[in-house]
């Protein structure tokens, strides 16, 4: 017999075409009880084969689930062994990380920075402390401490640790910095000088805004006997020079230097001079002193000498230039005598004729004499 669907040859009681899987139709010829039992049997044995079929597929499925589900708890046992191994790994790498931050002076320094910054200087100092525990001899810590004294109001701890760190480094430039910017601040000028008085060549042409020179005078001090003139030359732009002749200190209330000094009296001067800079920051004081002692004139000259005189004969006082001269008989003169200014006729009998000099300052010369004798017989 052959399928209707496919046409493919059967075998007598083939419920199933094993081509095509369509079910054969048999139309037997007649139906006899044997036919019918026959035809039960293969019934019940293509329902057992399927059923038999059906439980193979079952099993098979059930195997896969159960294997499925094997590996999905090793997946996750690995997973969780994976995460567990992560998470101690996290916390070492967490340790690790914060101990080395800890004791690092960079960490604790940018930690600083970012609470300095943000205004929270009990932070910043506390960074700082550990910073320093880390690096004694970093300054870059102290200067940081300085700043937050600074914006804290404690001047004075500022200055104290700014001081410290320029004695133990006296190069460094930020240190220098930070202190003159602190004294500018507070108007302490003196101080400003004092620290650049220290300071090395290099220090102070790095900040040369806050050094003033003090300039060069023409005349030193010293014993003269004349007249003194005080010149200061090279005076920078922008310096103002004062000065004191009393010995006082100057500064800015005292005599300012416009043109030159003249000393035209006799004593004892002591020229005190010093400089300001447009910072009004001082140079150190100079000082000189002038003794002047002008030398008395010459004395003058009388003509004739002294002597007997037949015939009456006119006296004759050459003076020094410039001065004055005045005379007596047979006493000694002084500013109050006569003033001579010509020829004096000689008179009769024995008489002393003296004379002095006197120069434009008032200094007298030794007195001049002459003995005259003459009875104009």
Excluded at 81 to 110: E, K, P, R
Excluded at 258 to 270: A, C, I, N, S
């Amino acid at each position: 017999m052959k399928c209707g669907n496919c046409g493919a040859d059967l075998e007598e009681g083939t419920l199933f075409c094993p081509v095509c899987g369509k079910e054969v139709q048999w139309v037997p010829e007649y139906n006899t009880l044997e036919t019918l039992i026959k035809q039960r049997e293969l019934e019940e044995r293509e329902k057992k084969r399927r059923e038999m079929e059906a439980r193979k597929e079952r099993e098979k499925e059930e195997r896969k689930a159960e294997l499925e589900r094997k590996k999905k708890k090793h997946k996750r046992q690995v997973i969780a062994g994976v995460a567990g191994g992560i998470i101690v790994l996290g916390i070492a790498a967490f340790g690790f990380i914060y101990q080395t931050q800890i004791n690092s002076f960079d960490h604790q320094m940018s930690q600083a920075e970012t609470a300095y910054r943000e205004g929270d200087y009990d932070s910043a100092l506390q960074y700082i402390a550990r910073a320093r525990e880390l690096e004694p001899d970093n300054p870059e810590a102290e200067i940081l401490e300085a700043r937050i004294y600074v914006r804290d109001n404690n001047e004075s701890a500022a200055q104290s640790i700014l001081l410290s760190v320029i004695q133990e480094n006296p190069d460094n430039t930020t240190a220098y910095g930070e202190l003159l910017r602190l004294y500018e601040q507070q108007g302490e000028y003196t101080a400003i000088r004092d620290l650049m008085n220290q300071a090395s060549d290099n220090m102070r042409e790095i900040y040369q805004n806050y050094v003033c020179s003090l300039p060069e005078i023409s005349q030193e001090g010293g014993s003269y006997s004349e007249e003194v003139t005080i010149e200061i030359s090279n005076i920078p732009s922008g310096t103002t020079v004062y000065y004191t002749l009393d010995g006082s200190d100057p500064d800015q209330d005292s005599e300012r230097y416009e043109e030159p000094v003249e000393l035209t009296e006799e004593g004892t001067f002591t020229f005190k001079y010093i400089a300001y800079n447009e910072k009004s920051v001082p140079s150190d004081i100079g000082e000189e002193e002038y003794v002047i002692s002008f030398d008395a004139p010459e004395r003058p000259k009388i003509a004739p000498v002294s002597g007997m005189y037949e015939y009456q004969e006119n006296i004759i006082v050459t003076a020094p230039e410039g001065c004055t001269v005045y005379y007596a008989f047979d006493e000694t003169p002084t500013v109050d005598s006569t003033e001579y200014t010509g020829p004096v006729a000689m008179p009769q009998g024995e008489h002393t004729f003296s004379a002095i000099a006197v120069d434009s300052r008032g200094k007298k010369s030794p007195v001049a004499s002459e003995v005259y004798v003459y009875y104009g017989y």
